[in-house]
């Protein structure tokens, strides 16, 4: 079997850190896209043959570098070399499309499949339309985004008001409930802020006045906001209320109860505007117009959806009910405990009329298109973009969308994956031109339009029933969903209920149910009356979907799977999987996705990295002997670590990586016994893997063979300094290295030197564990060998100040006392003899 360049090199450090998604982010969203420079990488490096040549190395870091397209046509050369034709290639979870869109960019016949529906119409526009039609139809969707534009703010654009100096970019609204003391009864202005604007140099805050019994705001900037008043505390956190009135305070069930009984309310605190010769944001307080506005735009909705509805025989304004539950659904769709029933009523009144007038157009743009003679799968195809375009609106046009007072505008609703209720609320105008985004998806489409003259087969599917014949496919590159870390279906059901009031009729299958099709899911969730828990549901599916990728693999196939569990488990999972299917794993890199190296304001290790593994659909090895695999792996997993190591690879997925790599010579095989017949669980001989690489690392760092007699938590304690240093952890972060020991922190093995603040995790250097005596030894020991590995670093100076900010005498007689202990031959004894003799003089 040909083996491919990832399976023995790949250049972890000059691809990782860099993310490009220009091309895929302006069309549409869709959560946790994979980068593109990486999914070139691996794509590309999977795709040819295995060789040392530096000439491969340097193409596969220009084709992921930002100026990859200048040597594509290199890489499709090489491609070739390796297959007849241009492979076939499968993502089977396509998602936002960066993995198919980098394969069709290589020149691989590429297929995308994918179960949620708006996903797959992204793929569409994304992958098949403008490869089909050509760069002329960014030009035809600008002049269809125009006149659907125009026509909307003909119709509606006097709801938002302007005049000849200035003109409303957006207005700011309060949530509100009743007072529940008796005797007040004031309505409570829900906000977690009071800033309008928290800058540097700009701070404008709305100020509270109680007038009979009423709070009404002032708009203070700079100076003039009261000595005694913190904007920053607002009336509300986590959903306790406070009365500006008469102090009563309301706990958050009653707060969320009020909502769902329908006794909360709206009001518009604030206008933001700008001068005509400005571009710099004012503020006032709303006006009688402002409001009498706001009015009529809710008299007149009612009007525009019954004409709207006459003509699409479906009611325009989404009815479909938000999904209630549990668990996941509770986490990602939290408005439903305050009363929101449908996806039509996270917008306020005239957000729904500009909405539903938006869907009134868009349908009459694909019959004016017809009438005009253009051919009916064109006009599906401009009408598509002009539905994303609505979608793209939506990020920040509804009464989720937060304002956001230190970059004076609107947040997108998606600041992370979940449809939350916000307190305060900004509602943009959504007819001041930055608002259209139309720019940005013709660019788009002028950009995908250039990546290749084919196009990418593309299905609705679920991955654990790939529509494709056995041994069908080259190469298969996935990136699969992660347990309950992202609810796709029930977040795109915010865009999928209006997609289907404009494209319904078009794409019959993509909308044919009330909302996105769970039931095949691949996410951590309970359907039904099943007895599975959710972890054991996605667990099931998962394996499943690795199955059918199995079948549909060609025999000298190659398989890619990435991944970014926050835990070790998810990683253990998909491993043990891919053996259970049959797979042989022949490599593991750790690719990391963010800045290189980059530390967060408070000291925080925050790298991102995604592991991909390498899987072969080879036949097993019948038997093998545990004394043999074992001396394999002590003979080839060095030369891995070393190679990792070369590449700078540090942390927690380090070890990761190499397990991957030893466990690939255990899978080779269908079983593996001990001297004694027993079969080898992969449980211990992961146990066995992770115990090589740590003393392997920790020999090599302190550079004698010390480690097999070092305890657990000593080896956590010299390989944290070793990567880390001073920096703090989030715990996953942390709990995956302590796990690469044997040790957890959650069942609190590592007292003494490890503080923990919330969800971030850091370790006491020596000069905050000031040993009161010598039977505090285990922290005594911990010190000594930190400073032992600052020895082997030549780092005399540190050793120094350590010694200065401890009692080094009770160090040095900890030292004394272990070498005097332990046999003569312990590796152990001969590092603290060393590091005696160096410190003498010091001491």
């Given at each position: 079997m040909d083996q491919r360049y990832i399976e023995n090199n790949f250049p972890v450090s000059e691809v990782s850190g860099t993310y490009r998604i220009r091309e895929i982010s302006s069309l549409h969203k869709w959560w946790a896209r994979s980068s593109l420079e990486t999914s070139s990488a691996v794509i590309y490096s999977s795709l040819i043959s295995s060789s040392h040549d530096n000439e491969i190395k340097e193409s596969i870091v220009k084709l992921a570098g930002r100026e990859g397209t200048d040597i594509t046509h290199i890489a499709i050369e090489n491609i070739l070399k390796s297959f007849e034709n241009p492979p076939k290639v499968l993502d089977p979870y396509a998602g936002g499309g960066s993995i198919p869109f980098e394969a069709l960019?290589?020149?691989?016949?590429?297929?995308?499949?994918?179960?949620?529906?708006?996903?797959?119409?992204?793929?569409?526009?994304?992958?098949?339309?403008?490869?089909?039609?050509?760069?002329?139809?960014?030009?035809?969707?600008?002049?269809?985004?125009?006149?659907?534009?125009?026509?909307?703010?003909?119709?509606?654009?006097?709801?938002?008001?302007?005049?000849?100096?200035?003109?409303?970019?957006?207005?700011?609204?309060?949530r509100t409930i009743p007072c529940q003391n008796p005797a007040c009864g004031a309505e409570i202005i829900l906000m977690r802020t009071l800033w309008l604007v928290n800058k540097k140099n700009k701070k404008i805050a709305l100020v509270p006045q109680i007038k009979n019994g009423e709070v009404e705001f002032e708009i203070k900037e700079g100076d003039e906001i009261p000595q005694d008043f913190d904007p920053g505390k607002g009336t509300v956190n986590r959903a306790i209320?406070?009365?500006?009135?008469?102090?009563?305070?309301?706990?958050?069930?009653?707060?969320?109860?009020?909502?769902?009984?329908?006794?909360?309310?709206?009001?518009?605190?604030?206008?933001?505007?700008?001068?005509?010769?400005?571009?710099?944001?004012?503020?006032?307080?709303?006006?009688?117009?402002?409001?009498?506005?706001?009015?009529?735009?809710?008299?007149?909705?009612n009007l525009k959806i019954e004409q709207v509805s006459e003509k699409l025989g479906i009611n325009p304004l989404p009815d479909e009910p938000i999904p209630q539950g549990k668990g996941m659904i509770a986490r990602s769709l939290s408005v439903g405990n305050y009363g929101f029933e449908t996806w039509g009523d996270l917008f306020n009144p005239r957000q729904q009329l500009i909405m539903v007038t938006f869907v009134e157009k868009i349908n009459q743009a694909y019959d004016k298109m017809l009438s005009e003679g253009l051919d009916k799968d064109y006009s599906k195809a401009l009408v598509s973009y002009l539905t994303l375009n609505l979608g793209r609106l939506m990020h920040v046009y509804s009464g989720m969308a937060r304002w956001n007072p230190r970059t004076e505008n609107v947040r997108d609703l998606f600041g992370r994956p979940a449809i939350s209720l916000r307190w305060e609320c900004g509602e943009i105008n959504p007819f001041i031109g930055e608002m259209k985004y139309s720019d940005k998806i013709a660019d788009s489409i002028s950009d995908a339009s250039k990546i290749s003259d084919n196009i990418c087969h593309i299905t609705?599917?679920?991955?654990?029933?790939?529509?494709?014949?056995?041994?069908?496919?080259?190469?298969?590159?996935?990136?699969?969903?992660?347990?309950?870390?992202?609810?796709?279906?029930?977040?795109?059901?915010?865009?999928?209920?209006?997609?289907?009031?404009?494209?319904?009729?078009?794409?019959?299958?993509?909308?044919?149910?009330?909302?996105?099709?769970?039931?095949?899911?691949i996410i951590s969730q309970v359907v039904g009356e099943s007895t599975e828990s959710p972890s054991e549901y996605f667990e099931n599916k998962l394996e499943k979907s690795f199955q059918e990728i199995y079948r549909v693999l060609k025999p000298d196939g190659i398989f890619v799977v990435g991944y970014t569990y926050k835990t070790t488990k998810g990683w253990e999972m998909v491993i043990q999987s891919l053996l259970e299917c049959g797979f042989i794993v022949t490599a593991s890199w750790p690719i990391v996705s963010t800045m290189k190296n980059r530390l967060r304001s408070q000291n925080a290790a925050a790298i991102s990295t995604s592991i991909?593994?390498?899987?072969?659909?080879?036949?097993?090895?019948?038997?093998?002997?545990?004394?043999?695999?074992?001396?394999?792996?002590?003979?080839?997993?060095?030369?891995?670590?070393?190679?990792?190591?070369?590449?700078?690879?540090?942390?927690?997925?380090?070890?990761?990586?190499?397990?991957?790599?030893?466990?690939?010579?255990?899978?080779?095989?269908?079983?593996v016994l001990d001297n004694q017949g027993n079969e080898v669980s992969l449980k211990k001989q992961w146990n066995y893997i992770r115990n090589f690489i740590t003393d392997y690392i920790i020999n090599s760092v302190l550079g004698f063979e010390t480690s097999t007699n070092l305890k657990s938590r000593t080896k956590f304690y010299i390989l944290w300094r070793w990567i880390y240093q001073d920096s703090k952890l989030k715990f996953d972060e942390a709990q995956k290295l302590a796990r690469s020991v044997g040790l957890s922190l959650s069942n609190n093995q590592i007292q003494g030197f490890i503080v923990k603040n919330k969800d971030i995790i850091y370790l006491k250097g020596p000069d905050e564990r000031s040993p009161q005596s010598i039977e505090n030894s285990k922290e005594l020991i911990d010190v000594l060998h930190y400073l032992c590995l600052l020895w082997k670093q030549g780092k005399k100076d540190e050793i120094k100040t350590t010694l200065e900010?401890?009692?080094?005498?009770?160090?040095?007689?900890?030292?004394?006392?272990?070498?005097?202990?332990?046999?003569?031959?312990?590796?152990?004894?001969?590092?603290?003899?060393?590091?005696?003799?160096?410190t003498q003089s010091i001491n």
């Open positions: 960019r290589l020149g691989c016949e590429t297929y995308a499949n994918e179960y949620n529906p708006v996903a797959v119409l992204i793929e569409k526009c994304l992958l098949e339309y403008p490869q089909k039609f050509g760069p002329e139809l960014s030009k035809d969707f600008l002049r269809w985004m125009d006149w659907v534009y125009s026509e909307v703010k003909d119709e509606v654009g006097k709801f938002y008001s302007s005049d000849d100096n200035s003109f409303i970019t957006s207005y700011l609204w309060a209320a406070e009365c500006l009135v008469c102090g009563t305070t309301i706990e958050s069930n009653k707060t969320r109860k009020l909502f769902q009984e329908g006794k909360s309310g709206n009001r518009m605190v604030a206008v933001t505007f700008n001068e005509m010769s400005s571009r710099s944001k004012s503020y006032r307080i709303p006006q009688k117009k402002d409001i009498n506005l706001f009015e009529e735009a809710k008299e007149s909705l609705q599917s679920s991955a654990t029933k790939i529509p494709y014949n056995n041994d069908f496919f080259d190469a298969v590159f996935a990136d699969p969903p992660y347990y309950d870390n992202i609810p796709y279906s029930y977040l795109s059901d915010f865009f999928y209920v209006w997609f289907k009031r404009t494209l319904g009729s078009l794409y019959p299958d993509l909308f044919l149910t009330p909302l996105t099709p769970k039931n095949d899911e991909y593994i390498v899987a072969r659909k080879s036949d097993k090895i019948d038997l093998g002997w545990l004394k043999e695999v074992n001396s394999e792996i002590q003979e080839e997993l060095p030369k891995k670590i070393d190679n990792l190591l070369n590449e700078g690879i540090k942390g927690s997925d380090f070890f990761i990586a190499g397990l991957g790599f030893g466990l690939g010579i255990y899978s080779k095989y269908q079983r900010k401890n009692d080094a005498n009770k160090i040095f007689i900890v030292a004394q006392t272990l070498s005097k202990i332990l046999p003569n031959e312990n590796p152990e004894k001969m590092l603290i003899e060393g590091f005696l003799a160096s």
